[in-house]
Every structure is written in C-alpha cells, then in structure tokens.
Nanobody
Framework: QVQLVESGGGKVQAGGSLRLSCAAS????????MGWFRQAAGKEREFVAT????????YYADSVKGRFTISRDNAKNTVYLQMNSLKPEDTAVYYC???????????????WGQGTQVTVSS
C-alpha cells in the first residue's frame, strides 16, 4: 500500500501559478507510475498528467499542455504539478494517484490522495 497526501492548493488570479506536491509513504515510491487528476464541481474526475517511474516520460491532457509540468523526486517520495498561466476553468479539486500502468485512465490507478482545492478567479 501507499499513502498519498497532496498540498499546495489555494486561490490565485487568472494568469498566476501554483505548485502542487504529493508526498507518498508506504511501499517504494519509485515502483509506481504517478498521475494527477482533477474534478470540478458537478463534473466527472478527469486526467491531467502522468509520469513514469523514472520521471523520463510524461503525458498531458490537451487542456493543460504547455502550461502544466509534472515531475517527481524519487529520493523525496514526492510528485509535483507546476501549474502556470492558470485559467478559471482550471478550478477543481486536484488529486494525485499511484498505479502500475502509464495511463490516462482513472481505473488504472490504485491509490489516491484526499485532494487539494485549486480556485482560479478571473
């Protein structure tokens, strides 16, 4: 098992930046693919970004490509999501997740954090 705890959410104006962190504990962090997902009020949870075990391969949703960057530090058991040029439509609860497959599919991830709220005002 692995436990995930997100931090770094908050309120920001459009065009601003935030950096989310997700700290992992439990089993070996480097053995997991990590992903970020988000869920806006009244909407389904959606894929944002994923990173492979070594950190050498990443993939993004079209809606965040060029603005968000996922990275990981296996020595610190932490995955990050740097969010730049934020838009009001980025407002959501952001979740990190751990799984075995390099995938955009929610059900591919076995472990989830509790989420952190990001609110972008216009």
């Amino acid at each position: 098992q692995v436990q995930l705890v997100e931090s770094g959410g908050g309120k920001v104006q459009a065009g601003g930046s935030l950096r989310l962190s997700c700290a992992a504990s439990g089993r070996i962090f480097s053995s997991y693919v990590m992903g970020w997902f988000r869920q806006a009020a009244g909407k389904e949870r959606e894929f944002v970004a994923t990173i492979n075990r070594s950190g050498g391969r990443t993939y993004y949703a079209d809606s965040v490509k060029g603005r968000f960057t996922i990275s990981r530090d296996n020595a610190k058991n932490t995955v990050y999501l740097q969010m730049n040029s934020l838009k009001p439509e980025d407002t959501a609860v952001y979740y990190c997740a751990a799984g075995s497959d390099y995938s955009v599919i929610i059900n591919s991830y076995d472990y989830w954090g509790q989420g952190t709220q990001v609110t972008v005002s216009s």
